[in-house]
């Protein structure tokens, strides 16, 4: 496969399984675009990725395929995920000066050999240096708390593929726990429910603006109802039905039990010194999953301990990622180490 330098600039990657985002030193974040790939079959071509790749779900013919190369946080194929981060950074690149440095962020429990292909996917595209974080660290970074105390503080990550939960100190994470139930999971729980209950298809995308509309955690004041078309599994045709933010939470509500359940299992196992710290700070919630009406409220509930949404927690993890990007000599300590091959 044929290198390129399409770095600019020393950049921050978010490479999350539903979207990737992009910070540039001295610039922010330059880049939010889904992890979405369309290419052709026969030579894997790529035709389209983010937002383009997008608009073609669902509407695609025999010759093209469209795929997440990224799967519960860890890349699923190895050549359209280079690829797609290759066509990304051309997108944000202003000159061919390969880059000194790169951080991207990645989930907490993630393996060696994971390791190596997101190393080797960045090395490919042109990175002279990798280094690499762990998602709930880089989200405690973004969302402005010192890592480096000897204060126990608590992450929970809801991401696309994967929800990070962990508890932070003095620059390392002292216990942690990953789950495969996060935004993604959700979504299929959606179109499950339609498919079971009402005899409905419905694509990926529909069920995606079902849960960000009237998807919730708890009961909510005044109820909300939205209008859902798709395809009638019995009589092939498009049909149309009105479903309730009630309905939808009931679809939902064993993906938020799991969350819930993971954040319970983690304050087990916490250490009762920094327990005490999180029974007086909280618990931080940030990714997309924390959008979810009344999710705090939920896990508040099981918990009874406070809990804060953090300010915009859509980008609160390469917000951090670019923070340690930026002051790379003083986050040294919160990087992952890992054995180079």
């Known amino acids: 496969m044929a290198l390129f330098n399409f770095f600019s600039n020393d950049v921050a990657i978010d490479l999350g399984?539903?979207?990737?985002?992009?910070?540039?030193?001295?610039?922010?974040?330059?880049?939010?675009?889904?992890?979405?790939?369309?290419?052709?079959?026969?030579?894997?071509?790529?035709?389209a990725i983010g937002h383009d790749a997008q608009q073609m779900i669902g509407k695609t013919h025999r010759d093209i395929k469209i795929i997440r190369p990224m799967k519960d946080g860890a890349i699923a194929d190895f050549e359209i995920a280079e690829g797609m981060l290759r066509a990304f950074i051309r997108k944000v690149s202003m000159s061919w000066q390969p880059a000194r440095r790169v951080v991207v962020c990645v989930p907490s429990g993630i393996?060696?050999?994971?390791?190596?292909?997101?190393?080797?996917?960045?090395?490919?595209?042109?990175?002279?240096?990798?280094?690499?974080?762990?998602?709930p660290m880089a989200s405690a970074i973004g969302i402005g708390l010192n890592v480096h105390e000897p204060v126990g503080n608590m992450i929970?990550?809801?991401?696309?593929?994967?929800?990070?939960?962990?508890?932070?100190?003095?620059s390392g994470i002292v216990s942690d726990e990953s789950i495969k139930i996060a935004g993604d999971e959700m979504t299929a729980a959606i179109v499950n429910y339609f498919r079971r209950q009402h005899n409905i298809l419905i694509g990926e995308?529909?069920?995606?603006?079902?849960?960000?509309?009237?998807?919730?955690?708890?009961?909510?004041?005044?109820?909300?109802?939205?209008?859902v078309k798709g395809r009638d599994l019995l009589t092939g045709v498009p049909r149309m039905i009105e479903v309730t933010s009630a309905d939808i939470r009931g679809a939902l509500s064993?993906?938020?039990?799991?969350?819930?359940?993971?954040?319970?299992?983690?304050?087990?196992?916490?250490p009762p010194e920094l327990a005490a710290d999180i029974y007086d700070r909280g618990i931080m919630l940030s990714g997309g999953g924390a959008l979810l009406k009344g999710l705090d409220e939920r896990i508040r509930e099981e918990t009874k301990l406070p809990v804060h949404i953090a300010e915009d927690p859509l980008t609160a993890v390469v917000r951090g990622t670019g923070k340690v990007l930026e002051n790379l000599s003083d986050y040294?300590?919160?990087?992952?180490k890992s054995t180079r091959y």
């Open 205 to 227: 995308r529909t069920a995606e603006q079902i849960k960000c509309s009237v998807g919730s955690a708890v009961s909510l004041k005044e109820e909300l109802e939205i209008e």
């Open 17 to 47: 399984t539903a979207n990737t985002l992009i910070w540039v030193k001295g610039k922010g974040i330059v880049l939010n675009e889904p992890s979405i790939v369309a290419f052709d079959r026969s030579d894997k071509h790529i035709i």
């Open 111 to 135: 393996t060696e050999v994971e390791k190596r292909a997101v190393r080797d996917s960045c090395e490919h595209a042109g990175a002279k240096e990798v280094h690499l974080i762990a998602e």
């Open 332 to 336: 040294r300590s919160v990087l992952i």
């Open 254 to 270: 064993e993906s938020v039990q799991e969350i819930v359940n993971a954040v319970l299992r983690l304050l087990e196992r916490t």
């Open 156 to 170: 929970v990550d809801i991401g696309g593929g994967t929800t990070e939960i962990a508890v932070i100190a003095l």
